[in-house]
């Protein structure tokens, strides 16, 4: 009989072919491929220095590559800077109408949809307040908010979480929440708060290479354990379980992975491995 495999990809939104990158003749980025498709969520990680602010700034096109191919399967893409500038004169809500403004979006045509995303943002109290005198979070709020005032397909995010409380960070991570079913986020960042709650998938930047593209995460976990006896496995009532000799590799949705860690540890097992199922 025949056997077909039917596999859905997405639509590519950006791809990457052998982009290299110099600034003053130095080699910032070089053999860079990559894709993202639609509403991938993308974080890019790597050391201090590694290139990740100079890939995000190609893929926004403030850079041009030096060579290689950079394909946008669209032109709609919002670019927030790691730090709002400094010097603007406008009061808030001003800037953002001047934003909207600059890309023809009448004040009227957007007055209902500022006023959602004011309030989602919680920054209502500052809307008269000049920036300059706002907070570095309530900044970086109207720093995205000024990117998704134009509906952009692409949102590009330059250490979206860096310098923000805790608070201001739960606040921002739940407008990402919210952001990342409409738009594709692709965002550099040092935080695993950010990637484990908003990336679909990673790249990883290292020496100016990127070297692993992709990383799809799993919402199960597998913990290879070794047990005494096998009786107590049965009191689990373990759906997915694999068994070679004294081995057990059992599969378990993440949100309940911690409970069986300890009830395996409660039972003397020794907890061999835990990782992500691909
Ligand atoms: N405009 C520039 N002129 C000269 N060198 C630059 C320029 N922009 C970046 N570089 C160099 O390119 C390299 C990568 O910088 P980039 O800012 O992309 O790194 P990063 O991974 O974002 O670092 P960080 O995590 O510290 O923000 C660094 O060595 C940096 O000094």
């Not at 990158?21 to 990680?45: P, W, Y």
């Not at 709609?76 to 979006?105: D, T």
């Not at 109207?142 to 860096?162: N, R, S, Y």
């Not at 409409?182 to 990673?202: C, G, P, R, S, Y």
Request: with cysteine; hydrophobic share 40%; net charge neutral.
């Amino acid at each position: 009989m025949e056997k077909w495999v039917v596999v859905v990809v997405g639509k590519v939104i950006l791809e990457a072919s052998n982009l290299k990158k110099e600034i003053d003749a130095s080699i910032i980025l070089e053999h860079v491929s990559f894709k993202i498709e639609e509403h991938a969520s993308t974080a890019i990680r790597g050391s201090n220095g590694s290139g990740k602010s100079t890939l995000l700034k190609l893929l926004a096109g403030i850079y041009e590559p030096t060579s290689g191919k950079l394909i946008r399967n669209t032109n709609r893409i919002g670019y927030v800077p790691e730090h709002f500038p400094e010097n603007l004169r406008f009061k808030l809500k001003e800037y953002l109408v001047s934003v909207a403004s600059f890309h023809g979006i009448s004040e009227t045509d957007m007055e209902t949809e500022l006023s959602e995303y004011i309030s989602l943002f919680g920054i209502e109290p500052f809307i008269n307040t000049p920036l300059k005198k706002c907070s570095k979070g309530t900044k970086q709020k109207v720093g995205i908010l000024q990117a998704i005032l134009f509906k952009p397909d692409i949102l590009l995010l330059d250490e979206p979480l860096t310098g923000l409380d805790t608070n201001s960070q739960q606040n921002l991570l739940a407008i990402l929440e919210k952001l990342k079913t409409k738009m594709t986020i692709i965002f550099t960042t040092h935080e695993n708060l950010l990637v484990d709650n908003i990336a679909n998938q990673i790249l990883y930047v290292k020496d100016g290479r990127v070297l692993v593209h992709t990383e799809t995460k799993s919402s199960y976990r597998v913990i290879k354990v070794r047990f005494p006896n096998k009786a107590f496995l049965a009191e689990l009532e373990l759906k997915e379980i694999h068994m070679e000799e004294d081995l057990a590799f059992i599969t378990v949705p993440i949100d309940k992975s911690d409970f069986l860690l300890k009830e395996l540890l409660n039972r003397n097992c020794s907890v061999l491995e835990v990782r992500e199922r691909i």
